[in-house]
T-cell receptor, first 114, second 112 residues
Framework: DAGVTQSPTHLIKTRGQQVTLRCSPK?????VSWYQQALGQGPQFIFQ???????QRGNFPDRFSGHQFPNYSSELNVNALLLGDSALYLC?????????????FGPGTRLTVT | GENVEQHPSTLSVQEGDSAVIKCTYS??????FPWYKQELGKRPQLIID?????GEKKDQRIAVTLNKTAKHFSLHITETQPEDSAVYFC???????????FGTGTRLQVFP
């Protein structure tokens, strides 16, 4: 049973560029949430996707957008990158249909903006 | 909005001692409280959770207690081992949402 997977592992981008991060949820899970974890901080909620729609959103600007595919995998897109976007980006999957609370995290993508 | 405070930020204990980490949440409607362990360079791993209809939950050396009146919940680790060394995060979420609000983390060091 595969857990949550993310790609790529590491990424280096320049200010102003755009980036796409990918996430495959744990088998049987239908919901994907994205979090940003700055160094030394707790994860901050970006948004959540369920049934291919954004269901909830945290306090992040419109530069952050996402998508969920019919197979429940998800992408996070960040436009016009800023130095402050450097962080570990985590996705977490859960099973909303089953009314389960548990969220399981992927290994994350380390984004460095120079 | 919902806010979660976590203390202490660092905690050092001798192997075999107990460790306690405390969190306070702001929204009394919060109903789910997970704890995650994150080792350096790795993903957060769910170690234990508790729902608002339960006051205490145990899993071997780990226990979580919840005081809804005071809006406090705590993680208790007994008989600590060096492999317990990591950063621990508490979190809270509201009903009908999977949005987790995390505390700022506690770095636990267990010395042999």
């Amino acid at each position: 049973d595969a857990g949550v997977t993310q790609s790529p592992t590491h990424l280096i981008k320049t200010r102003g560029q755009q980036v796409t991060l990918r996430c495959s949820p744990k088998s049987g899970h239908d919901t994907v949430s994205w979090y940003q974890q700055a160094l030394g901080q707790g994860p901050q909620f970006i948004f959540q996707y369920y049934e291919e729609e954004e269901r909830q959103r945290g306090n992040f600007p419109d530069r952050f957008s996402g998508h969920q595919f019919p197979n429940y995998s998800s992408e996070l897109n960040v436009n016009a990158l800023l130095l402050g976007d450097s962080a570990l980006y985590l996705c977490a999957s859960s099973w909303k249909t089953g009314s389960s609370y548990e969220q399981y995290f992927g290994p994350g993508t380390r984004l460095t903006v120079t | 909005g919902e806010n979660v405070e976590q203390h202490p930020s660092t905690l050092s204990v001798q192997e075999g001692d107990s460790a306690v980490i405390k969190c306070t949440y702001s929204d009394s409607a919060s109903n789910y409280f997970p704890w995650y362990k994150q080792e350096l360079g790795k993903r957060p791993q769910l170690i234990i959770d508790i729902r608002s209809n339960v006051g205490e939950k145990k899993d071997q050396r780990i226990a979580v207690t919840l005081n809804k009146t005071a809006k406090h919940f705590s993680l208790h680790i007994t008989e600590t081992q060096p492999e317990d060394s990591a950063v621990y995060f508490c979190a809270a979420s509201l009903p009908r949402t999977d949005k987790l609000i995390f505390g700022t983390g506690t770095r636990l060091q267990v010395f042999p």
